[in-house]
């Protein structure tokens, strides 16, 4: 834990830009370079910044939930979106796809498509983030 008023002043927006750029990064890598990998290595670096300024147990308290329970939730979403394609007749992992808010009565109205892609990516998107806190926080705790 750092002592300066400066980074602490600052963390607090750093983390909320770092988080919202982290969420931008993985919804923008369904179809651009990005994903959960990158997002979740991004969100994580905005925490790792608000354990270096306000402590490891600080961070702990914000994220209210331990990082390897974020990181096993996580893990459990991108194993039930590969499952998930299997109800359907298809390979494991295979991308399935729903049409939101679809008008029944025109033929041309698909709606919104949300892909199991973008379920997985979130999962990625935990499990990163889960385990790279969880590598940090043990880190700084035992110094």
């Known amino acids: 834990m750092m002592n300066s008023i400066i980074l602490n002043a600052a963390t607090r927006l750093v983390v909320a830009l770092l988080l919202l750029f982290s969420v931008f ?4 890598g369904h179809n651009l370079p990005g994903g959960g ?28 939930y331990e990082p390897q329970n974020i990181a096993m ?6 194993l039930a979106t ?4 299997v109800f359907f ?3 494991f992992f295979t991308g399935q796809w729903w049409f939101a808010g679809a008008d029944p009565t025109d033929p041309d ?3 919104i498509p949300i892909s199991s892609v973008l379920v997985f990516d979130i999962g990625v998107y935990l ?17």
């Open 109 to 111: 109205d698909k709606g």
């Open 82 to 85: 590969g499952v998930f394609a």
């Open 89 to 91: 007749g298809d390979a």
């Open 73 to 78: 939730i996580g893990l459990g979403i991108a």
């Open 127 to 143: 499990v990163v983030f889960g385990s790279l806190l969880t590598l940090v926080l043990a880190l700084e705790e035992e110094v």
């Open 37 to 64: 990998f990158i997002g979740g290595l991004i969100g994580a670096t905005g925490f790792v910044l608000h354990s270096i300024a306000m402590g490891a147990q600080a961070t702990r308290e914000t994220l209210r």
């Open 25 to 28: 990064m993985l919804l923008r």
